[in-house]
């Protein structure tokens, strides 16, 4: 989501005159796009942004904004802490920033913007193969641990026309893969549906790869698991957080559904969609969380065997509700638990793209593998990454891989003749 902001910021300031530069000493603007979804992202931009302070005084017209939750969070707080910052702009105010950087308007932009859904902005998309398209703004669940509906403010959704219109000329402009964002796609709700949207773009010729993040186990419907099973072009994988294996937790988390809940829908999805990739993230150390609970989501990882997961340790946001709660669990306990379960999950991983050894999988290539000169990279329908043999196959080609070779980040495989 945030990196799609950023690619929003750079479409508004392209149209400006500004270009892109990776030597900060060469710039005239630099913007913070932060995050505050867990204290470790707003430390990085707190030690960064005292270096800041070095390069004003080597170029002293250097302009200096921090964007995103930590800038619609504290606001003009910021300034007190660091005055040498130039203007703060909340994720919902990225169409200001002209008005901004010219000094037009004053320098704070952090007001709710319930048009947001309607302001298209100019994006600037590097790839040429994959595009981010942002469906919906904010979020109305109010998850006890999570800042977002504080910072991104309520579930807006985008108007389908301007969505398929958006595609349609990404798709003219050689695109192959979109993947739809917002922060809870199945509460999407315009004059059409989700899973109404999905069979939508699913008629935009040229687009083949049509994938969607996130998914909230609460209001993932019947019709969705129908979508994906029966649209061509929506890719078998869904990124379904289930945030903890114990009921109890997922009740004080505010979830909206039981362990039990998540389980029957996984069943589902797996009877309607048996090549499915399911990921998903987990808290670690939620408040009141004993060991017993956290025993039951070791037990739901090894039941459920997901192909991949992101686990973080639970950090108190403030405003949040798990903040204030009692029974704060120590953070030498978070860090055991942590491990715990990234090491569980790494052998579930291997152990699942072992299996795949001998299929064959249709990928998408992307370009040079970053970590090896001899390799080609893509990835499968089911977003693992895949590395094959050099050879002449252009970026943006789809090519049938057998499988070689399952390790724990990537799978390895050999292209077949058709
Ligand atoms: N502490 C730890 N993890 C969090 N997440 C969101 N808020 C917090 C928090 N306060 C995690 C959730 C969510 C993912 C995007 O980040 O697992 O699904
Ligand atoms: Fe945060 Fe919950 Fe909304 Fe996800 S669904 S953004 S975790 S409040």
């Not at 695109?175 to 315009?190: D, R």
């Amino acid at each position: 989501m945030n990196l799609h902001d950023s690619e929003k910021m750079l479409g508004v300031l392209q149209k400006e005159g500004y270009c892109e530069t990776d030597n900060p000493l060469r710039a005239d603007l630099i913007i913070f796009n932060t995050c505050s979804i867990r204290q470790k992202a707003e430390q990085k931009f707190y030690s960064e942004l005292g270096r800041m302070k070095e390069y004003k005084k080597r170029k002293p017209g250097l302009k200096i904004a921090v964007a995103g939750c930590i800038a619609q969070q504290e606001g003009k707080n910021i300034f007190k802490k660091a005055p040498h910052i130039d203007f703060i702009f909340g994720p919902q105010n990225i169409h200001f920033l002209t008005d901004l950087v010219s000094g037009r308007i004053t320098p704070v932009a952090v007001n709710d913007n319930p048009d947001i859904a309607l302001r298209d902005l100019p994006v600037k998309r590097e790839d040429g193969i994959k595009a981010w398209i942002t469906i919906m703004y904010g979020c109305n669940n109010f998850c006890s641990y999570c800042i977002v509906p504080y910072t991104r403010g309520r579930e807006r959704s985008r108007p389908s026309e301007n969505i398929y219109a958006e595609v349609s000329a990404l798709a003219e402009n050689g695109y192959k893969e979109i993947t739809l964002l917002g922060q809870n796609v199945n509460s999407y709700k315009s004059d059409i549906d989700f899973p109404g949207l999905l069979k939508k773009l699913n008629g935009i010729g040229g687009i083949e790869r049509i994938r969607f993040v996130t998914s909230h186990p609460k209001d993932l419907s019947d019709g969705l698991i129908h979508a994906i099973s029966e649209l061509p072009k929506i890719c078998e994988h869904i990124h379904l957080p289930i945030q903890s294996g114990s009921s109890k937790i997922l009740n004080l988390m505010n979830r909206g559904y039981t362990c039990d809940d998540y389980m029957k829908k996984v069943s589902e999805l797996r009877k309607k969609i048996p090549d499915l990739s399911i990921t998903s993230d987990i808290i670690a150390g939620f408040p009141g969380e004993t060991d017993d609970d956290h025993m039951l989501t070791i037990k739901v990882l090894k039941e459920i065997e997901f192909d991949g997961i992101f686990a973080f340790k639970f950090s108190p946001r403030s405003r949040t509700k798990a903040a204030e709660m009692q029974n704060q669990v120590p953070e030498n306990i978070k860090s055991v638990r942590l491990h715990e379960i990234l090491q569980l999950q790494d052998e579930i991983t291997v152990i699942k793209n072992k299996h795949l050894e001998g299929t064959v999988q249709e990928i998408l290539i992307e370009g040079n593998s970053e970590t090896d000169s001899e390799k080609l990279t893509g990835r499968a329908r089911s977003n693992k990454i895949v590395n094959i043999p050099m050879a002449d196959i252009e970026k943006g080609k789809s090519v049938k891989v057998e499988i070689t070779k399952g390790r724990k980040h990537s799978l390895e495989g050999i292209p077949v003749k058709e």
